[in-house]
């Protein structure tokens, strides 16, 4: 099991939310539950998972091959219709 590791106070970080917003900056605090980061463009609080589980967060994409997606196979139509 990866696990990451919490910030500390003046630790750079760069985290991708859920919404694929990257928060790149420095820790400003850390309580239980998450961590204040203060941004070039805007400060944000991050929760702790996307420090100590990333992968769970934000899971890897899978590759092409293995898609969840099942895909109806096409259905053979018939060229000639009796008359």
Known sequence: MSTGSMPKPGDTV????HNK???EGTVEWVDGNGAWIKGTQRAR????EYFLRPDLVNPPPKPAG???EK???ARKEESESEE
């Open 14 to 17: 760069s985290v991708t939310l």
């Open 21 to 23: 917003e990257t928060i």
């Open 45 to 48: 609080w991050v929760p702790i």
């Open 66 to 68: 293995e898609s969840t």
């Open 71 to 73: 895909v109806p196979k």
